[in-house]
């Protein structure tokens, strides 16, 4: 299967599009006092299934439901910006920084973390298996120019794949036709790694969730250096910039997510039996 230049353009489109059709959906009632709130959020909290056994939890303590887009951190914290929401749940600290600097949070609180994985080819040509580390990783893959999918969509995983090229001492801008940008999510960027037997990098809660999908990938790199930690963040947007921000429901909402039971939820969450994110409560929200 050819991924090639128009077909990213269609693919950024009807992404674009979604996002649009998602938040345009969430929109209909911003501007009222509403019994809910609207989050933006990363795909892999979608992907693997843990809102579908966390939110539920949040609606029978407090009467306050969460309707929900999953996108990339990135088109999260944009969403945020515009005021489309009233929380982001996100993890990609150094565009959490910004976002906050720019005074579009009111506070954060953190969540949960898990680890950025290496997915590629049963074969492994650029032989990653024998890596010691995710950078070392890296640099096999550019060294053997070894087909490489990026989502290419400043999500929270973009944004720490350019992390390790950098480490890597290596820039993107300068590789050839061996570094394919997809521009979508995390689950369609495995599929198409699968399709093309290529390398990819992966949050495990994804890969777990997708792995009996994927017959030509397997995991290559599983390390526990801080780069490879996927650090998740629950941000209330600022009413003082939003007046239709719904901000006691946020903020409750983030003050939840670090109690007793939110933590007990992620901590016992698993995937096909592999527990996926580890409790890290904090913040000051």
């Given at each position: 299967?050819?991924?090639?230049?128009?077909?990213?353009?269609?693919?950024?489109?009807?992404?674009?599009?979604?996002?649009?059709?998602?938040?345009?959906?969430?929109?209909?009632?911003?501007?009222?006092?509403?019994?809910?709130?609207?989050?933006?959020?990363?795909?892999?909290?979608?992907?693997?299934?843990?809102?579908?056994?966390l939110l539920p939890g949040f609606q029978e303590d407090t009467g306050i439901e969460v309707r929900y887009v999953?996108?990339?951190?990135?088109?999260?914290?944009?969403?945020?910006?515009?005021?489309?929401?009233?929380?982001?749940?996100?993890?990609?600290?150094?565009?959490?920084?910004?976002?906050?600097?720019?005074?579009?949070?009111v506070c954060r609180n953190a969540l949960m973390f898990n680890r950025f994985i290496i997915v590629g080819p049963v074969a492994d040509p650029a032989n990653v298996a024998?890596?010691?580390?995710?950078?070392?990783?890296?640099?096999?893959?550019?060294?053997?120019?070894?087909?490489?999918?990026?989502?290419?969509?400043?999500?929270?995983?973009?944004?720490?794949?350019?992390?390790?090229?950098?480490?890597?001492?290596?820039?993107?801008?300068?590789?050839?036709?061996?570094?394919?940008?997809?521009?979508?999510?995390?689950?369609?960027?495995?599929?198409?790694?699968?399709?093309?037997?290529?390398?990819?990098?992966?949050?495990?809660?994804?890969?777990?969730?997708?792995?009996?999908?994927?017959?030509?990938?397997?995991?290559?790199?599983?390390?526990?250096?801080?780069?490879?930690?996927?650090?998740?963040?629950?941000?209330?947007?600022?009413?003082?910039?939003?007046?239709?921000?719904?901000?006691?429901?946020?903020?409750?909402?983030?003050?939840?997510?670090?109690?007793?039971?939110?933590?007990?939820?992620?901590?016992?969450?698993?995937?096909?039996?592999?527990?996926?994110?580890?409790?890290?409560?904090?913040?000051?929200?």
């Open positions: 299967m050819h991924f090639d230049a128009p077909r990213r353009v269609l693919a950024i489109l009807v992404a674009l599009v979604i996002v649009l059709v998602a938040v345009g959906a969430l929109l209909s009632n911003v501007g009222t006092t509403r019994a809910f709130i609207l989050m933006a959020t990363t795909t892999s909290t979608r992907d693997t299934g843990l809102l579908s056994v999953a996108v990339g951190t990135g088109q999260a914290l944009d969403a945020g910006r515009r005021g489309d929401v009233d929380v982001v749940m996100v993890h990609a600290p150094p565009l959490e920084d910004r976002f906050l600097a720019e005074g579009h949070g024998a890596a010691s580390s995710a950078v070392e990783a890296f640099q096999r893959i550019a060294q053997n120019q070894s087909r490489f999918e990026s989502r290419a969509d400043n999500s929270g995983t973009h944004v720490k794949e350019l992390e390790i090229w950098n480490l890597a001492g290596l820039n993107v801008s300068s590789f050839g036709v061996w570094y394919e940008r997809t521009s979508q999510g995390m689950g369609a960027t495995l599929t198409i790694a699968n399709e093309r037997d290529a390398y990819t990098l992966s949050d495990d809660g994804t890969w777990f969730a997708r792995e009996g999908a994927l017959p030509f990938l397997r995991t290559l790199y599983v390390g526990s250096e801080p780069v490879v930690r996927n650090d998740y963040s629950i941000i209330p947007v600022n009413p003082a910039i939003h007046p239709t921000i719904q901000v006691e429901k946020a903020v409750a909402f983030a003050r939840w997510l670090v109690g007793v039971r939110a933590q007990g939820v992620i901590a016992s969450f698993a995937v096909n039996g592999h527990r996926i994110f580890t409790p890290n409560p904090g913040g000051n929200c």
